[in-house]
C-alpha cells in the first residue's frame, strides 16, 4: 500500500526551501542541470521531489 504525506501548504514550501538549501544550488540552477543530465544522484532526487512538490503546491 503507498505511504501518504499529509503536510499543509506551508510545510510544503518549507520543505522544498530546505530540499534546496541541502541541494546547495537555486532553483534555476538545480533545473538546468536537470535538463542538462549532469546531477549526481543525491541531487537528482533532490530535484524529482521537488518537482512533485511544485506539481502539488500548483493544484492549490
Known amino acids: 500500500m ?3 504525506i ?3 501548504r506551508a510545510e510544503a514550501l518549507r520543505q ?3 530540499l534546496l ?3 546547495g544550488l537555486s532553483y534555476e540552477r538545480l533545473r538546468e542541470r536537470a ?3 549532469a546531477l549526481p544522484l543525491d541531487q537528482l532526487l ?3 521531489t521537488v518537482e512533485g512538490l511544485d506539481y502539488l503546491l500548483s493544484e492549490e
Do not use: F, G, K, Y
Open 2 to 4: 503507498p505511504t501518504v
Open 21 to 23: 538549501e541541502r541541494a
Open 46 to 48: 533532490i530535484w524529482h
Open 35 to 37: 535538463e542538462a543530465s
Open 16 to 18: 522544498r526551501e530546505e
Open 6 to 8: 499529509h503536510m499543509t
